[in-house]
């Protein structure tokens, strides 16, 4: 699977930005998508995924401002961004993993896109 994330820029807090991931392979549907972010100077950390039987799982930090979502006919996950803040500044990632559960740590993906950068500025 070749992951192309896609959809970054800069805004300003309080905007919204939507993330998108376009996925190679016939068997999409299969994946588990999840999307990981790293600011600078700090650890890869686990932002959403959304699973095969499409069950959402946030964390903590962005839950109520960002929503995950995924188009199995286009191949396709998204990372709908809201009420943005400034320590949402990231190179955010997709990533995928050829299993049906919930994964929060990077270590179970086998797949990764390039990343696209996401400035909020205040």
């Known amino acids: 699977v070749q992951l192309q994330a896609s959809g970054g820029g800069l805004v300003q807090a309080g905007d919204s930005l939507r993330l998108s991931c376009a996925a190679s392979?016939?068997?999409?549907?299969?994946?588990?998508m999840g999307w990981f972010r790293r600011a600078p100077g700090k650890e890869r950390q686990f932002v959403a995924c959304?699973?095969?039987?499409?069950?959402?799982y946030y964390a903590d930090s962005v839950k109520g401002r960002f929503t995950v979502s995924r188009d199995n006919a286009k191949n396709a996950v998204y990372l709908q961004m809201s009420s943005l803040k400034p320590e949402d500044t990231a190179v955010y990632y997709c990533?995928?993993?050829?299993?049906?559960?919930?994964?929060?740590?990077?270590?179970?993906?086998?797949?990764w896109g390039q990343g696209t950068l996401v400035t909020v500025s205040s």
């Open positions: 392979g016939r068997t999409f549907s299969s994946y588990t």
């Open positions: 959304i699973t095969v039987s499409s069950g959402t």
């Open positions: 990533a995928a993993v050829n299993l049906p559960g919930y994964y929060g740590r990077p270590t179970f993906y086998d797949y």
